[in-house]
């Protein structure tokens, strides 16, 4: 049995952590770090930050739903019992505790003890002999008004966070939030997945029964089914929704084809299993028509592309989705992708967009397409999107990074987002502001870029803030 030593060891996160000189210093500490954030994409939830929860523990608010967190566990051979199981919140955390030790060189070592330092004020490094002290500590803090929902996004410096929500929504909780009083702003993005994915008619009938309830629509054939998600748009757009979300293998294109989506509606709902291409193609169609949509609102479109996703049938079975057996796909985006986006530019309906990879071998696709389709109208109308999921972290956003200023404009790049469940997940945005000024202060360093702090201030303030406020144009209070 491994026994750790006993110890307790002063964190390595200094003020200055992973800035490698003096310009990098320079670059966060007067122009990044202060910056509000606009976190434009998470998986919050709206009730929560609503009702200001003040949660139990700090198993409840970092563990709980945290997939990133839970496939570390198991390949340290941890029983699932103190992951998703019966254990008692204690339990967990003791668990967590002794796994943070083995995560050196992995993201989730520098999230934990960012995370750590930043809410609770602890500068220790977490394990298994401290545990105890730290979940005493965390807990004592976490059950005060200091610590609840709302006050843990003001103490970030949020400004504006878009929570994920489906278009069967009632949104009331955006509604009374936004009567609350509180510091920042919260918007309902929209989530249409569920509306094309006809894979199972009888789930999707379910669906369908929903989006009719909410719209007020009776959906009885394809035309009903837009009417009723051009409803929700609108009901969406009053309560200040300005962004859609897609979560998508790839995106699809048919050029010339005799499939109809209104007949393949109709064979669905008649019960039909429908096939591998009626499947894609009524995707195509319907996300075209949701496209137009968006643009006919101004809104932006983000497209999540590239998850291989619930490939373990057995664990998917016992836990279900978004528990932590996804990965890197290696599907063909560039062809696709590129007629899906031309048909709507065609008629100048190709709203602004954000592509996100989830292979790291489809950067320089994604970064050139993206500039395919910027036509003046708007700075930075097609955004190559930050690191996503594996790759939000220090290499994968160095890359992306590197990838959009060789093959567009890093200038006007929109920043990072969270794309987290967890309220202790924003110091991810100090993350990665840290990585930005390193980037730029080694080229000032190198002399790759002259050393003119404030023009290069001037660019790292707006990718972390004002080009994603300019860019989405959220109502004011």
Not at 409 to 434: A, K
Request: net charge negative; with cysteine.
């Amino acid at each position: 049995m491994n026994i750790l030593p006993q110890r307790n060891i002063q964190s390595y996160i200094s003020e200055d952590f992973l800035l490698s000189n003096e310009f990098s210093r320079k670059l966060y500490h007067c122009y990044a770090k202060n910056q509000p954030i606009i976190d434009y994409h998470n998986h919050l939830s709206p009730e929560q930050i609503s009702n200001n929860k003040i949660f139990d523990n700090i198993t409840e608010i970092w563990l709980k739903g945290d997939h990133y967190k839970w496939r570390a566990m198991r390949t340290l051979g941890i029983d699932e019992s103190y992951i998703t199981g019966n254990a008692n919140d204690w339990e967990k955390f003791e668990k967590w505790a002794y796994t943070v030790p083995y995560t050196l060189r992995n993201p989730l070592y520098h999230w934990t003890h960012l995370e750590l330092q930043r809410y609770f004020d602890i500068h220790d490094v977490l394990d298994q002999n401290n545990a105890l002290e730290i979940y005493k500590c965390t807990n004592e803090q976490l059950n005060t008004a200091e610590f609840s929902t709302q006050s843990l996004l003001s103490k970030m410096n949020v400004e504006v966070v878009c929570t994920t929500d489906d278009p069967t929504d009632s949104l009331e909780y955006h509604r009374d939030f936004r009567n609350s009083g509180s510091s920042f702003q919260m918007f309902p993005a929209f989530r249409p997945d569920k509306s094309y994915t006809i894979d199972s008619p009888d789930d999707y009938r379910i669906y369908l029964n929903k989006l009719s309830e909410a719209s007020g629509i009776s959906i009885q054939n394809y035309d009903d089914l837009l009417s009723a998600l051009l409803n929700r748009i609108g009901f969406f757009h009053e309560k200040g929704g300005r962004i859609s979300d897609h979560g998508l293998e790839n995106l699809y294109y048919f050029k010339n084809s005799s499939l109809d989506a209104h007949r393949i509606f109709k064979s669905v709902m008649d019960g039909n299993i429908p096939t591998d291409e009626e499947v894609s193609f009524f995707k195509f169609k319907t996300l075209q028509e949701l496209c137009k949509m968006y643009h006919a609102k101004g809104w932006t479109q983000q497209f999540h592309l590239g998850a291989l996703r619930n490939n373990n049938s057995r664990m998917f079975s016992k836990l279900g989705a978004d528990t932590g057996f996804d990965s890197i796909g290696d599907f063909r985006q560039a062809a696709s992708l590129s007629g899906f986006l031309n048909e709507l530019d065609k008629t100048d309906q190709l709203a602004k967009t954000i592509l996100y990879n989830l292979n790291p071998g489809d950067n320089e696709v994604m970064a050139t397409m993206t500039g395919n389709f910027n036509d003046g109208s708007i700075k930075g109308k097609i955004q190559f999107g930050s690191g996503w999921w594996f790759l939000d972290q220090k290499d994968g956003m160095e890359a992306q990074m590197n990838t959009l200023s060789n093959m567009g404009l890093i200038s006007c790049f929109v920043g990072m987002l969270t794309d987290s469940r967890s309220f202790l997940s924003f110091p991810r945005h100090e993350y990665f502001r840290r990585i930005l000024c390193d980037l730029f202060g080694k080229d000032m360093q190198n002399g790759e870029l002259p050393q003119d702090e404030k023009w290069i201030g001037k660019i790292i303030q707006d990718i972390c803030y004002y080009n994603a406020k300019d860019y989405f144009q959220f109502p004011h209070k």
